[in-house]
Nanobody
Framework: QVQLEESGGGLVQAGGSLRLSCTTSRGTFSNYVVGWFRQAPGTEREFVAALAWSGDQIFYGDFVKGRFVISRDNAKETVYLQMNSLKSEDTAVYYC??????????????????WGQGTQVTVSS
C-alpha cells in the first residue's frame, strides 16, 4: 500500500499551464501503476492519464489530445502531470491514484486501490 500526496494545483488563466506532482509518503511506486483522475462538481471521476512505474506503458484519456503529459522521476519517486493549453472545462479536483500492478495500466477507477486527497485546479476564462 502507498500513501499518495498531490501538489501543484491552483488558479490559472485559460491557455496557461500547470504541473501537478504525486509523491508517496509511505511505500514505493516500484510495483505500481500510477495515474491521474479528475472530478468536477456533479460529474463522475474521470481518467486523465496513467503510467506503469516499471515499464513503458502510458495511457491518456481521450479528451487530453496532446495537451497533457504524464512522466515520472525515479530518483524522486514522483509522478508528474504537465498540463498545457488549459481550458475552463479542465477545472476539477485532480487525484493521484495507484494500482498494485507492475505493468497493467488501466483507465477504470475501480482498479485503483490507493488515492490521494486531491488538488484543486481552476482555469479562468
Amino acid at each position: 500500500q502507498v500513501q499518495l500526496e498531490e501538489s501543484g494545483g491552483g488558479l490559472v488563466q485559460a491557455g496557461g499551464s500547470l504541473r501537478l506532482s504525486c509523491t508517496t509518503s509511505r511505500g514505493t511506486f516500484s510495483n505500481y501503476v500510477v495515474g491521474w483522475f479528475r472530478q468536477a462538481p456533479g460529474t463522475e471521476r474521470e481518467f486523465v492519464a496513467a503510467l506503469a512505474w516499471s515499464g513503458d506503458q502510458i495511457f491518456y484519456g481521450d479528451f487530453v489530445k496532446g495537451r497533457f503529459v504524464i512522466s515520472r522521476d525515479n530518483a524522486k519517486e514522483t509522478v508528474y502531470l504537465q498540463m498545457n493549453s488549459l481550458k475552463s472545462e479542465d477545472t476539477a479536483v485532480y487525484y493521484c491514484a495507484a494500482r498494485a500492478s507492475r505493468n497493467r495500466v488501466a483507465m477504470s477507477r475501480e482498479l485503483y486501490g490507493d488515492w490521494g486527497q486531491g488538488t484543486q485546479v481552476t482555469v479562468s476564462s
